[in-house]
């Protein structure tokens, strides 16, 4: 295999360093917990999103379908092990009739996710016959369409709490730091989706991905199995977001089906930002993208307030039009031009 | 002895546009056969419909005695048939190297054998096609940066490294050097005789065909004008005027 | 759902009503997808800002009803606003976009659809607006059937606004330059037309269409800064049905769109109208690609 996906020991070094960091992290800066476990979730969105994008050139706009999926589908089952669902939304979750103890807590949330991955997985499995045959920007646009009307679908089911949207289970005061729970599974779904993505592009599949990137019907004619090898990267894609978005149910508390779960103009569009702003195509690009968008936003939110969506759309121009090959595309270009070893 | 592809009746229309009328032709095992013809006389359409690319309006293609006029492209792949192009095709964002991995036995293996990394054995085969076609020193670029004589060489190496039984090859000479061309002449010879590759190749330069084919056919109009052995075929009143009056 | 339909059954001019509601609205649909498929077809850019467009369009208006300016006027006051917005767009952002993988300038037009969004929000406020005419309403049968005279107008304007830019696009030079680079952008410019001004005013004069076709819609119909992805899908959507170039594919499916989304909203509930919409888009398109794939092709 070629220089750059072989984990070099300059790699696996920063991958280390990486993750010493992110272990100790929210204990050095215990004020910012939410927002550093909001970008491990965002690592997780934007690697996700270049599987199938940055990699198979197959640009979706609708990933958020799965985030949803898997938010709604945790928050349920965490609620149904205890209490029926119905009457948990329709008493809008909250106050002191539903209560859960630690054990059910840790439960729900450990059957949760598992849950939350399947749905999720089990929806990229059936749409992706019917999606994946679509090209291009007719991709774009239908996964668009799917991820936007999944959330005006759920916002009219009262079951899962329709327009008002739906509470995750009140964390215990017994169980303590649960933040820093929540941080430390969102670390954990980070490095398993970074180590799972690092493996996968190391093997011919990824290259096959590549190649349907470049050229898909050289491809097929090549005798690759092209429809099964995007299935494969959509469902391996969609599981991982169905888990990232059980968590960030969890981390955000109210799941509002059009501004939290399906939030196709925010997350769904933020994703594909952050991978390209950090290079697509490139394993250590959406990390990197994640975290310099994860910054830009805190920082918008903080000295743009009520303005900090138009500044993340102008963000989005400036990268799509001037920007596109991203941080890790311009190293390289630079490294190439003096002659130097790709990062 | 069963024609290896044997393609009886072939017809394709485009709209009003009739590209193949009725065009039949069979192609040995271990052969090489040449197809001629001046532009626009359905060659091209005649590799798309043969490798599934597009459907026929009537007539019957069999590849190794099975009918594949009804399968699609990858089926057809699969099964032994691969084919190059006019303009080369080869994947730009990948290094000629790693064009070659993903190209290695890829009809033959299962699924599941992609997540696997490259084994001993294929990276063997891929440095020996590499060289074989001269791009060793090319290993590591980026397949889009190479030029459009590398780029045919590296997709030849490709169709090579997938173990085609025929290999259908559109024009493989044109575009590339003048002084080259009798490498890649050589180098198609080796694979039939080594390799044992069954060839069916477009050309449009003469030399190369009249050295290489043992068979031709010459199409017109979409039809089937004429077919022979080279010599046969280089002296055939019709063909010349087919050319000369296409010219 | 099904006492909804059952009322439908029972009473067949309220399934008149809905159609003729559809078909009205229908043509302002069909206004903002001609203009879609100009821009595609010249520039192969798909402006994902297109329903912002109209939006703005339509507060634009209302806004300028608010401060007493005829309901008449305030159409090609909005129409010029959003044309000059239009080249404003197109030499900041959409001239770099020209040319290259359609994914960057899809990207690039959400992210003005975000941004012009927004700043909707932040200037006209989050509510729903509406400028309204007072020119009153027909009944008929018996008062079942009600059809505001507005939306007529609305209707009949829009036919019109279509009509004459296809007669522009067809019998001015600037109209037949424009399809001249749609055609063979190269042999144009060895004509000496300047395709980067060409892109421009396809751009702009779409923006205006837009702007038109929204302040019209903002005189007897909501509008709301939210309201712009909707747009954008139904446009994207009857450009995908009729095709490029195809003015009566455009209308037709259009008013199809207009009737199928007034008979939902109504069968389905009106929180699931905009749900229909967008799941209908991802209808079309599979149906679509898989009618293609039946002759080893697919939608490109």
Known sequence: MSDARTLTPKRLLLIASLLATGIVAPLLFPAYQSQLTELLLFIVFALCWDLVGGQMGYNSFGNVLFVGLGMYAAAIVQVWLVYDVGLYNAARGGGTAFVFDASQFLTGLALGIPAAVLISALAAWLLGSLVLTMRGHYFAICTLGLGIAAGQIAAGIPWIGAGSGMLTPNPPESLGHVPLLLYYVALGLAVLCTLTFAWLLSTRFGLALNAIRDDEDKAEAMGLKTHAAKVTAWVVAAGFLGAAGALYGNLVRFIDPIQTAFAGATIGVWMILMALLGGRGTLLGPIVGAIVFQVTKELFWTYLLGWQRVGLGLLIILVAVFFPSGIVGFVRERNAASGGEKP | ?247 | ?300
């Open chain 3, 1 to 300: 759902m099904t006492s909804n339909l059952l009322i439908l059954y029972e009473a067949p001019a309220l399934g008149l009503q809905l159609a003729i509601d559809g078909l009205l609205i229908g043509a302002v649909f069909a206004l903002a997808a001609y203009g879609m498929a100009l821009v595609w077809g010249v520039t192969n850019i798909i402006n994902v800002a297109q329903g912002e467009f109209v939006m703005l369009g339509g507060l634009i208006a209302v806004l300028a009803a608010e401060q007493g300016v005829p309901v008449l006027l305030a159409v090609p006051l909005a129409a010029l606003c959003l044309y000059a917005l239009g080249w404003a767009l197109y030499y900041t952002v959409i001239v770099h976009l020209v040319g290259r993988d359609m994914f960057n300038s899809v990207l690039a037009t959400f992210g003005i659809a975000i941004v012009l969004q927004q700043l909707m929000t932040h200037l006209f406020g989050g509510a729903d607006r509406i400028a309204v005419s007072g020119f009153g309403s027909w009944f008929f049968l018996d008062g079942l059937v009600v059809i505001d005279k507005m939306k007529v107008l609305v209707f009949a304007a829009c036919i019109v606004l279509g009509l004459a830019l296809a007669f522009y696009l067809s019998r001015s030079r600037q109209g037949q330059a424009i399809r001249a680079v749609a055609q063979k952008p190269q042999a144009a410019s060895v004509l000496g037309i300047d395709a980067r001004k060409i892109y421009g005013l396809t751009f702009a004069l779409n923006a205006a269409i837009c702007g038109a076709a929204g302040a019209l819609a903002a005189t007897a119909y909501t509008i709301h800064p939210y309201g712009g992805l909707s747009y954008t899908i139904r446009s994207f959507m009857i450009v995908v049905v009729a095709g490029l170039g195809n003015l009566g594919g455009v209308i037709w499916a259009a008013l199809s769109l207009g009737v199928a989304e007034s008979f939902a909203g109504f069968i389905l509930g009106a929180q699931y109208q905009i749900a229909f919409v967008f799941a209908l888009l991802v209808a079309v398109l599979v149906f679509r690609n898989w009618r293609l794939r039946r002759q080893r092709r697919y939608l490109a």
């Open chain 2, 1 to 247: 002895m069963m024609a290896l592809l044997e393609a009886v009746g072939v017809t394709k229309a485009f709209g009003g546009v009739v590209a193949n009328d009725g065009v039949s032709l069979a192609v040995a095992e271990g052969a090489i056969v040449g197809l001629i013809g001046p532009n626009g006389s359905g060659k091209t359409t005649l590799f798309n419909t043969i490798t599934g690319a597009i459907p026929i309006e009537s007539g019957s293609i069999r590849f190794k005695g099975k009918e594949i006029s009804q399968l699609l492209t990858g089926g057809i792949a699969r099964s032994g048939l691969i084919r190059t192009y006019q303009q080369p095709r080869v994947y730009g964002g990948l290094t000629t190297r790693d064009n070659m991995l993903v190209s290695v036995s890829i009809r033959h293996g299962s699924f599941a054998g992609l997540f696997r990394r490259a084994r001993e054995e294929a990276q063997e085969k891929v440095d020996e096609l590499l060289d074989f076609v001269g791009l060793t020193e090319k290993s590591g670029t980026l397949a889009g940066d190479l030029s459009f004589g590398q780029q045919k060489l590296l997709e030849l190496a490709m169709a090579l490294a997938n173990e085609p039984e025929l290999l259908l090859l559109d024009e493989p000479t044109a575009g590339i050097n003048p002084a080259l061309i009798n490498d890649v002449i050589d180098r198609l010879k080796v694979a039939n005789a080594a390799l044992g590759v069954t060839l069916l190749i477009i050309e449009h330069n003469m030399p190369v065909i009249m050295d290489l084919a043992q068979h031709v056919y010459c199409l017109a109009h979409g039809r089937l004008l004429a077919e022979g052995p080279p010599q046969a075929i280089q002296n055939d009143a019709l063909v010349l005027d087919a050319y000369l009056g296409a010219a």
